[in-house]
């Protein structure tokens, strides 16, 4: 499959897309977000892939949706505006999605990231939320996941104030998992992302599932939610095996059944 707006490849069982408008500073249009997400859901429903990588270049992951692009619309046309069903989609996704982010992650390309599963960044990384700056706020997520993140009073300052946050903030924040020099980003994205797609398949997309009920439930539904996932893993080949694997002091042959 070509696109314009992205490169699709794959590494092992590793589905990767590189966001590919550098002069644009990979800002996210409805064509670069539609191939996104088509790319997504085509290695989601391949059972030869296990994880995926979405990634920018050096300079920038995204830097937010495209100015240009909405900068004369009308609240109506907003609403029509097709770009929030890309997040959408993007919660709607199993498998685990890493986002490597070197240089800029602004506003919505900020919000992309966050709307992973985990965020790896380089050294040169700069996360931030600057719509105020538009006369606008985060509408794709930012005010929310940011929040649960970073705790309120630094989102706050980013939301309010256009603070950006360096790689190594975002690390000790709690908002991104692993910092690498840029040179290696892609290169340790996917061996994390490779690592995960080797796990038993079926249990990694409940265990995804499982933490991101945290943000849409109750403690107590999500405990309920948890506990109905982890019994219906017994109903599963890789259940069996996995445990005889360890009994048997041998390596686990997953099925992903
Ligand atoms: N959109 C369009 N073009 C962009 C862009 C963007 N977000 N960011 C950069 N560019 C373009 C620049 O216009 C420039 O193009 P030319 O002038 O060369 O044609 C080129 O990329 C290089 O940018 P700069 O010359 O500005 O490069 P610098 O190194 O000086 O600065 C920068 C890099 C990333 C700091 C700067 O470009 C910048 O501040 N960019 C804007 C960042 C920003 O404000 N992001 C937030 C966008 S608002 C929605 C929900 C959410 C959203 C939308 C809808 N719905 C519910 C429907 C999200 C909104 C946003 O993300």
Redesign the pocket.
């Known amino acids: 499959m070509t696109y314009e707006y992205i490169l699709a490849r794959t590494e092992g069982r590793v589905g990767i897309v590189q966001f590919n408008r550098p002069?644009?500073?990979n800002?996210?249009n409805r064509g670069l977000m539609s191939e996104t997400m088509d790319a997504l859901d085509a290695f989601d429903a391949d059972d030869a892939i296990g994880c995926m990588v979405v990634a920018g270049n050096e300079?920038?992951f995204a830097?937010?949706?495209?100015?240009?692009?909405?900068a004369g619309a009308t609240p109506a046309q907003?609403l029509d505006?097709p770009?929030?069903d890309y997040w959408d989609r993007l919660r709607k996704i199993s498998k685990p999605v890493i986002a490597a982010v070197s240089g800029?992650a602004?506003?919505?390309?900020c919000?992309l990231a966050m709307a992973c599963d985990m965020i790896v960044a380089s050294e040169t990384a700069r996360f931030g939320q600057?719509?105020i700056?538009?006369g606008?706020i985060?509408?794709?997520g930012g005010t929310q996941r940011m929040t649960l993140a970073v705790g309120k009073a630094l989102a706050m300052e980013m939301i309010l104030n256009g603070r950006f946050l360096t790689a190594d903030e975002a690390y000790k924040f709690g908002l991104v998992n692993r910092v690498f020099p840029a040179e290696v980003l892609l290169e340790e994205a996917v061996k994390l992302a490779g690592e995960l797609a080797a796990r038993a398949p079926v249990a990694l997309r409940l265990a995804k599932e499982a933490v991101n009920a945290v943000y849409e439930m109750s403690l107590q539904a999500g405990l309920a939610h948890e506990r109905r996932l982890f019994y219906m893993l017994f109903s599963t080949e890789d259940q069996t095996e996995g445990m005889d694997a360890f009994i048997n002091k041998r390596k686990a042959n997953w099925q992903g059944k």
Request: aromatic residues 6%.
């Open positions: 002069k644009a500073m800002a996210l300079r920038a830097a937010g949706a495209d100015i240009k692009e909405m907003m505006n770009f929030i800029y602004l506003g919505g390309g919000e600057p719509e700056n538009l606008i985060p509408g794709a």
